[in-house]
T-cell receptor, first 116, second 113 residues
Framework: AQKITQTQPGMFVQEKEAVTLDCTYDTSDQSYGLFWYKQPSSGEMIFLIYQGSYDEQNATEGRYSLNFQKARKSANLVISASQLGDSAMYFCAMRELYTGGFKTIFGAGTRLFVKA | DSGVTQTPKHLITATGQRVTLRCSPRSGDLSVYWYQQSLDQGLQFLIQYYNGEERAKGNILERFSAQQFPDLHSELNLSSLELGDSALYFC????????????FGPGTRLTVT
């Protein structure tokens, strides 16, 4: 079963505007972590933001914020004031406890294009 | 720069061969994770080690194996390589084995011909 769903294969946004990248997840665990990573064309994976399942406030890191709606099992990434350098692939991921360790499951990703 | 190093950056080899990918975690990180990123499978978790011990196993094939050494570096061994093993292999590290942030290395791009 799909654990992490990113329904937007590609998104366009105008420079300086905000954009929301969608992510829904599926888990029966009470304790889990949600992450967003950015992968530019150079290939490296860059950590952006983390939200724990027990965190009551939405996580924010600079221009990135995570819109966490636990009941709806969604963890959307909001990028404010988009920049050309934000053009990249974005992955939503969930970490679950798995027999003594943690397993991270990634979504298929959303490719973001920022237009000048 | 995440502080995680991976060697080699690129590897081209033939089907049936065996290769070893190496990862050095960030200083102080005890946990190492291996991931495979391919066009058809996306990003897949392979295996996690914590302080030398295997902690979690994901979609790792039996032809693949890994270990973490006392100095905490890790190696991923891929044997009897097939064309479908061509992928970008990432190593990531974190301080603990739990829900803390993982820092990814630059990856090793493996091409099997």
């Amino acid at each position: 079963a799909q654990k992490i769903t990113q329904t937007q294969p590609g998104m366009f946004v105008q420079e300086k505007e905000a954009v929301t990248l969608d992510c829904t997840y599926d888990t029966s665990d009470q304790s889990y972590g949600l992450f967003w990573y950015k992968q530019p064309s150079s290939g490296e994976m860059i950590f952006l933001i983390y939200q724990g399942s027990y965190d009551e406030q939405n996580a924010t890191e600079g221009r990135y914020s995570l819109n966490f709606q636990k009941a709806r099992k969604s963890a959307n990434l909001v990028i404010s004031a988009s920049q050309l350098g934000d053009s990249a692939m974005y992955f939503c991921a969930m970490r679950e406890l798995y027999t003594g360790g943690f397993k991270t499951i990634f979504g298929a990703g959303t490719r973001l294009f920022v237009k000048a | 720069d995440s502080g995680v190093t991976q060697t080699p950056k690129h590897l081209i080899t033939a089907t049936g061969q065996r290769v070893t990918l190496r990862c050095s975690p960030r200083s102080g990180d005890l946990s190492v994770y291996w991931y495979q990123q391919s066009l058809d499978q996306g990003l897949q978790f392979l295996i996690q080690y914590y302080n030398g011990e295997e902690r979690a196993k994901g979609n790792i094939l039996e032809r693949f194996s890994a270990q973490q050494f006392p100095d905490l570096h890790s190696e991923l061994n891929l044997s009897s390589l097939e064309l479908g093993d061509s992928a970008l292999y990432f190593c990531a590290s974190s301080v603990e084995a739990g829900e803390d942030e993982q820092y990814f290395g630059p990856g090793t791009r493996l091409t099997v011909t």
